[in-house]
């Protein structure tokens, strides 16, 4: 099993839709939690950055996470055609005090217009 | 606008060669990760270096595949001899780690591998 687990899609939603993505992940020692975003042939970027459990928002997206239950979430709001990427959840802070994240697989999303 | 950069971006190579691909990394950053990814694997950790000493690169196939940091600007991973298998996007990405804080990496994007 892998330490994060994610939903890899693809997920259709029409423009406007609000957009769910999530990961579960199995290390109880993961602190930190990251949302990159990768459109096709092109490098991750960072979207969203959060720190142990709670919500951030940032626009129109939210993360969230809940360390209890070893879940996190990104909310898209009034999504767009231009949020059509793959997702990707990253975390660190593992018991070996690695600094390196350990990805999600990603989730292809595809917002129609 | 500060980013990494990665050389080359597309390289097409038979089996047996040697393959060297290229990263700098953001100035200031003090970490450097080489990933790789695959349709089927995902994004998969081969090596880091902190302050230019490697940490970790026990996802790196020690046989084949070689990182090194020469000076904080350049960091190098070198596959000899390259395999069909090695295809992949290898990414090269840079961070500023200080104790606890700052883990967030900025990713380049990408030299695109194909070994034939």
């Known amino acids: 099993q892998k330490e994060v687990e994610q939903d890899p899609g693809p997920l259709s939603v029409p423009e406007g839709a609000i957009v769910s993505l999530n990961c579960t992940y199995s290390n109880s020692a993961f602190q930190y939690f990251m949302w990159y975003r990768q459109y096709s042939r092109k490098g991750p970027e960072l979207l969203m950055y959060?720190?142990?459990?709670g919500n951030k928002e940032d626009g129109r997206f939210t993360a969230q996470v809940d360390k209890s239950s070893k879940y996190i979430s990104l909310f898209i709001r009034d999504s767009q055609p231009s949020d059509s990427a793959t997702y990707l959840c990253?975390?660190?802070?593992?018991?070996?005090?690695?600094?390196?994240?350990?990805f999600g697989s990603g989730t292809r999303l595809q917002v129609q217009p | 606008d500060a980013r990494v950069t990665q050389t080359p971006r597309h390289k097409v190579t038979e089996m047996g060669q040697e393959v060297t691909m290229r990263c700098q990394p953001i100035l200031g950053h003090n970490t450097v990760f080489w990933y790789r990814q695959t349709m089927m694997q995902g994004l998969e950790l081969l090596a880091y270096f902190r302050n230019r000493a490697p940490l970790d690169d026990s996802g790196m196939p020690k046989d084949r595949f070689s990182a090194e940091m020469p000076d904080a600007t350049l960091a190098t991973l070198k596959i000899q001899p390259s395999e069909p298998r090695d295809s992949a996007v290898y990414f090269c990405?840079?961070?500023?780690?200080?104790?606890?804080?700052?883990?967030?990496?900025?990713f380049g994007e990408g030299s695109w591998l194909t070994v034939v």
């Open positions: 990253a975390m660190t802070g593992g018991d070996t005090g690695r600094r390196a994240l350990t």
């Open positions: 990405a840079s961070g500023l780690v200080l104790g606890v804080s700052g883990n967030t990496i900025y």
């Open positions: 959060t720190y142990s459990s």
